[in-house]
């Protein structure tokens, strides 16, 4: 079935870093734009990261810019989220999600079960 699975989440020291992975399957991953989101406890969903398909260009909201780096391994269909120089508010569950790519037909989004990132000393 198609499914988004996610791991590499854990507890760290602020300043520490994380990987986490999401391994999609082909029909999702040549066919969406693949996202990083966060929970945080009492707080609303978050869009932390983005990459396109084809050219793979990277965005990310400004409070991980310069810590983070999303990337998509194309071969593997997995995409990455090294999360570096963590503080205390990375803290969340973080959901790796597919968006369905324009003029594209098919179901609009499918999210990862989430996987949790704590930061603390």
């Known amino acids: 079935q198609v499914q988004l699975v996610e791991s590499g989440g854990g507890l760290v020291q602020p300043g520490g870093s994380l990987r986490l992975s999401c391994a999609a399957s082909?029909?999702?991953?040549?066919?969406?734009?693949m996202n990083w989101y966060r929970q945080a406890p009492g707080k609303e969903r978050e869009l932390v990261a983005s990459i396109t398909s084809v050219s793979s260009s990277a965005s990310y909201v400004d409070s991980v810019k310069g810590r983070f780096t999303i990337s998509r391994d194309n071969a593997k269909n997995v995409v990455y989220l090294q999360m570096n120089s963590l503080k205390l508010e990375d803290t969340a569950v973080y959901y790796c999600?597919?968006?369905?790519?324009?003029?594209?037909?098919?179901?609009?989004?499918?999210w990862g079960q989430g996987t949790q990132v704590t930061v603390s000393s």
């Open positions: 082909s029909f999702i991953f040549s066919s969406y734009f």
């Open positions: 999600n597919a968006h369905l790519r324009p003029g594209w037909s098919g179901i609009n989004d499918y």
